[in-house]
């Protein structure tokens, strides 16, 4: 239960903050409050919006005095709740944007937590060099929530998830003072690493400020197609083939379902079939490489093969630029293509990639036994072994209906994950939505050590105290 904040509390960071460093207005507060699909709403008696580090680090100090609770927000893109408040203090990092360095030799942008990872890719094409993570919400999602979340999105095949690309952090601890970890080096190995710590962390052990992130050489050559397939059995054995006969050039790797494609098409504009013929399951995949022709060399290559061993019958390859956007819109309006079709469950799971299409028929037979008639939408980075296995109401049916059978039908699909020694959250984190469903699959003592952390920094459990366990 969140404790309501007191009165001199909220003059004391009004004061630190000054003006325009915070606000009460119901309008400005508005976005700030509610999640990106409506599904959670939030309030706040404070929304803070500091200018500089030293800012945070005053609300983070009276705060932490008063054992008075923040959530940290950037972009609000987070889909597991941990970015809306319950009463708490909101810090908004909405006004720390300054892109500090940017460095072609070293390879290193320093920006503050509050840039946009789209201003990022910006900033970086701008001296030659790319910063390789992309996701469907780069336009608002920000790299202290990128960080905070340890987000992980289409080039993670190749790349990593955010916990491969940061070079350092500046962070506001939950006593209000201020690490300044902004290192350059490729290489530390002095013991414990705080910055690791601070990444997927979603907001509970301190406030990342600032992050210096790697950079790469731009891309020279790039191509991009799209498989029809029987069965995720298929994209498996596509996958092996793909990382056999590429040289490395695969940066992405995504499936599609029918069902997915077919709400996508339905209702996004402009979006269109990609192939003549409908297929039950679809793959995207990227190759890229810094040497001009090798992408496209290494995907003539992939599909020849896939062809003569029979495992495609059915394929395009994006010859422009804007049908490369064509063929990736598909994939990355399958959230939103879903969205008007009514209630879902959302699991965001990870399975060894072996088990990608275990996982799928397994989930999927439990699920349509448990609740006939849900439809469901499966997709994402089989790459890496991460499914979005969307759970939608039966079509006509309620809401409400579906909404009740949620956590049952979330524990259903968990324990199959479990089983294949998977992982509840892949990508979104578990905010304050799936803490004591993560604590269901960790063993005690490792829940026990985490704690352990997270007591040794924060005594008070100020920041993000719903967050996590
Ligand atoms: C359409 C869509 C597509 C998406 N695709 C992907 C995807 O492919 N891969 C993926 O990983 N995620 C994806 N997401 C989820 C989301 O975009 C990411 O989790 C993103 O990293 C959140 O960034 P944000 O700035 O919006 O953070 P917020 O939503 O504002 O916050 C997320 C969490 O981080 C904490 N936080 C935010 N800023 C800070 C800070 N400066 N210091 C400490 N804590 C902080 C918050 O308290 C919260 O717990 C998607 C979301 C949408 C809506």
């Known amino acids: 239960m969140t404790i309501p904040v007191p009165a001199d509390v909220i003059s004391r960071l009004k004061a630190v903050l000054g003006e325009g460093g915070w ?28 200018r500089s580090t030293a800012d945070v680090a005053a609300v983070v100090g009276i705060c932490a005095e008063a054992g008075v609770a923040i959530i940290p927000q950037g972009g609000n893109t987070g889909l597991v709740s941990g970015q809306i408040p319950q009463g708490e203090i909101l810090l908004s990092t909405e006004r720390l944007t300054a892109v500090r360095d940017i460095d072609a030799f070293d390879d290193v942008i320093t920006v503050e937590a509050g840039v946009t990872l789209a201003a990022v890719h910006e900033a970086a094409a701008k001296v030659g060099r790319r910063f390789p993570l992309g996701l469907a919400s780069e336009g608002s999602a920000t790299v202290g929530g990128v960080v905070s979340t340890n987000a992980g999105g289409t080039q993670v095949l190749r790349y990593g998830t955010t916990r491969n690309l940061v070079l350092g952090l500046e962070a506001v601890l939950p006593n209000g003072e201020i690490w300044n970890g902004l290192k350059r080096l490729r290489k530390d190995n002095t013991g414990y690493d705080l910055k690791q710590l601070l990444i997927g962390a979603e907001g509970t052990l301190g406030v990342v400020t600032a992050a210096s992130l790697k950079l790469f050489p731009i891309l020279a050559s790039r191509s991009v197609a799209i498989c029809g397939l029987e069965s995720p059995r298929q994209a498996i054995e596509l996958l092996a083939l793909a990382k056999a006969v590429t040289g490395g050039a695969v940066e992405a790797f995504e499936l599609i379902g029918r069902m997915g494609l077919d709400f996508a098409l339905k209702n996004v504009p402009g979006l269109r079939e990609p192939l003549d013929a409908r297929h039950p399951w679809y793959v995207l995949i990227e190759t890229t490489t810094a040497t001009p022709g090798e992408a496209e060399a290494a995907m003539g290559r992939l599909l020849e093969q896939a062809f003569e061993a029979g495992l495609v019958t059915d394929a395009a390859i994006a010859q422009t630029g804007k049908q490369m956007g064509a063929f990736w819109a598909l994939r990355e309006n399958q959230s939103v293509g879903q969205k008007p079709e009514g209630s879902v469950w959302k699991h965001d799971i990870a399975v060894p990639v072996s088990r990608i299409a275990d996982f799928i028929e397994q989930a999927t037979a439990a699920v349509i036994a448990f609740s006939p008639g849900v439809r469901v939408v499966a997709f994402g980075h089989v790459g890496d ?9 039966p079509e006509g049916g309620s809401d409400a209906a579906h909404d009740a059978l949620r956590d049952e039908g979330a524990t259903l699909v968990h324990d199959i994950v479990a089983g294949m020694e998977g992982s509840i959250s892949a990508e979104h984190g578990l905010g304050s939505m799936k803490g004591h469903e993560a604590l269901r699959y960790k063993s005690p003592v490792e829940v026990a050590a985490l704690r352990a952390v997270r007591e040794a920094l924060d005594p008070r459990r100020i920041m993000n105290p719903r967050a996590l366990f």
Do not use: F
């Open 385 to 393: 072994g991460n499914v979005h296995y969307d759970v939608l109401r």
């Open 23 to 50: 606000s009460t207005d119901p309008e400005r507060l508005a976005p700030k409050l509610v999640e990106w699909r409506g599904r959670w709403q939030g309030t706040t008696p404070l929304l803070a919006l500091p």
